[in-house]
Nanobody, 116 residues
Framework: QVQLVESGGGLVQAGGSLRLSCAASGRSISSYTMYWFRQAPGKEREFVARISWSGGIPYYADSVKGRFTISRDSAKNTMYLQMNSLKPEDTAVYYC?????????WGQGTQVTVSS
């Protein structure tokens, strides 16, 4: 089992920044791919970014490319999402997920609210 705990959400003005964290515990995630998803009120959950825990090129949704940066710290077993130039349309609950060939493990989510 893998436990994922997100933190770092909050209220920020448009144009501001936040950094989300996703702390992983339990079994080794060295072979996992890590993801960030988000879900806005009344909308379906959507992919934001992914990164392989073993390295490799991160991948982003077009809507966040150039503004968000995904990274991970192996020593801390923690993944991050640095969010810059935030827009009101970025308002959502942000979830981290992990899996080898699926999204097997999910965190509980952290709320990000961007005011205009």
């Amino acid at each position: 089992q893998v436990q994922l705990v997100e933190s770092g959400g909050g209220l920020v003005q448009a144009g501001g920044s936040l950094r989300l964290s996703c702390a992983a515990s339990g079994r080794s995630i060295s072979s996992y791919t890590m993801y960030w998803f988000r879900q806005a009120p009344g909308k379906e959950r959507e992919f934001v970014a992914r990164i392989s825990w073993s390295g490799g090129i991160p991948y982003y949704a077009d809507s966040v490319k150039g503004r968000f940066t995904i990274s991970r710290d192996s020593a801390k077993n923690t993944m991050y999402l640095q969010m810059n130039s935030l827009k009101p349309e970025d308002t959502a609950v942000y979830y981290c997920a992990a899996g080898i060939s699926d999204y097997r493990y999910w965190g509980q989510g952290t709320q990000v609210t961007v005011s205009s």
